[in-house]
């Protein structure tokens, strides 16, 4: 069945050395509304999932070759995410971007799925940032996400032990994320050792551990000492919560695999003599309750990532409607062949990255610009937003007055403690 959308795209020519690509006029604010028009037929063009009637066919442990769950044909998967998805939970690191690098084509993806009204869900294991900061990270890269849409290892962490009627103070390794995470959820922080980078028998002999450290939360510290290892041990030896935030080794992020998370519970884990009670971020079941809890259908769901062990291992655990491993990040069609082979988790999907998935050129979509709605605007001089602008903003998306925007203190507090209304 064909899908009931068109791709269409703006033919505002950019130069005649650039005619095949064009200016896109895209949703770069809330008030922009996205529409994207045809570069060429071929785009225009809406692909069928041709040969594809199922794609919960492949189970763990499928004997098999890698290159048969390759998707490498133009249309990519469109025709499925068009009719039997309704939300594409998505990684980040390796199928977004690589570091601070967004990888090619990634914005006219999202502005895609967006277009064709999916639910969006942005799950990560990078525990550095909050939710917050991972909406200026998107808006700094021209993708604009909402805080709601962020899942990441920080939070789940800090909403773990909110879950837990956590009443003490959390000792972090880990980004400023964590913290804030805590800080919003008003949990307390344990400072710890702050900035010391040795721990001496002698200091070992006099460490004093605050009494009211009741949880260590640890995630990717690029700032990790042998201090905070002896801190955050005695204080698990003493009775303190373990909360891990992410298995990953680590992420491919230039010219190899950049030490992750997982590198420093392990760390931590040797040094107490403890395992973590829980891995807040993915496969973990108590992220899939989030996801749940915040009205995600998995069925219903596509779940992208690049890794088997974490991304490819939650959707599957989560009975999501199907998986797809992206070959942008860390694992490659070697390390399914070798899941294959071990029983392991597999995707029932393989694409070269997420416009591949889509259908997309990802070279073609990297180099098409995207222009903010009022840009000419801007460019006279008239940068500054007036009472009258935020009005028609207002009357576009519903709202009868801007005053109806405002939130009490105490429900806005209240809302954020629900999760959304999960917990
Ligand atoms: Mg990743």
């Known amino acids: 069945m064909a899908t009931a959308f068109s791709i269409t795209r703006t033919a505002a020519a950019v130069s005649s050395a650039s005619r095949r690509v064009t200016s896109v006029r895209a949703a770069v604010k809330p008030s922009a509304k996205a529409t994207m028009r045809p570069i060429n037929d071929r785009r225009r063009r809406v692909a069928h999932f041709a040969g594809r009637d199922s794609c919960r066919a492949v189970v763990a442990g499928a004997t098999g070759s890698a290159d048969d769950l390759l998707v490498d044909d133009e249309a990519g998967l469109l025709d499925f995410v068009a009719n039997d998805v309704d939300c594409i939970v998505m990684d980040c690191d390796g199928v977004l971007w ?21 639910r969006l869900v942005f799950v990560t294991n990078n525990s550095n940032k909050s939710r917050r900061q991972y909406v200026h990270k998107f808006e700094k890269l021209g993708i604009f996400v909402e805080k709601e849409e962020v899942f990441s290892a920080a939070f789940a962490a800090a909403a773990y032990l909110k879950t837990q009627k956590f009443a003490k103070k959390a000792m972090v390794i880990g980004g400023q994320g964590i ?47 042998y201090a905070k290892l002896a801190y955050a041990s005695l204080a698990i030896q003493r009775g303190a919560v373990f909360v891990a935030t992410n298995p990953d080794a680590g992420d491919a992020i230039g010219p190899g695999l950049m030490p992750g998370a997982g590198a420093i519970v392990a760390s931590v884990e040797k040094a107490s003599g403890v395992s973590p009670e829980i891995y807040a971020g993915k496969p973990s079941a108590f992220l899939l309750e989030l996801l749940k809890g915040n009205h995600v259908d998995m069925a219903r769901t596509l779940v992208v990532g690049d890794r088997l062990d974490t991304d490819i291992t939650f959707g599957r655990a989560g009975g999501a409607g199907a998986t797809v491993l992206t070959l942008s990040g860390v694992c490659g069609l070697e390390d399914v062949d070798a899941a294959m082979e071990e029983g392991g988790d597999i995707p029932d999907h393989i694409v070269q990255s997420l416009p591949h998935m889509l259908g997309l050129n990802p070279e073609d979509a990297a180099a098409i610009e995207f222009v903010e709605d009022d840009q000419e605007d801007d460019r006279e001089g008239d940068n500054t937003a007036s009472r009258d602008d935020l009005d028609d903003y207002l009357d576009d998306e519903g709202f009868a007055d801007d005053d109806d925007m405002l939130f009490d203190s105490v429900d806005d507090q209240e809302a954020r403690d629900a999760f959304g209304g999960r917990i």
């Open 98 to 118: 690589q570091g601070d690098t967004l990888l090619p084509g990634v914005r006219e993806s999202i502005q895609l799925l967006r277009e064709m009204g999916k």
């Open 179 to 225: 913290v804030d995470e805590l800080n919003e959820m008003y949990l307390e922080v344990d400072p710890g050792v702050f900035n010391a980078v040795q721990c001496t028998e002698m200091d070992w002999e006099e460490l004093d551990i605050d009494p009211d450290c009741g949880a260590v939360i640890v995630g990717q510290d690029t700032s990790f000492t």
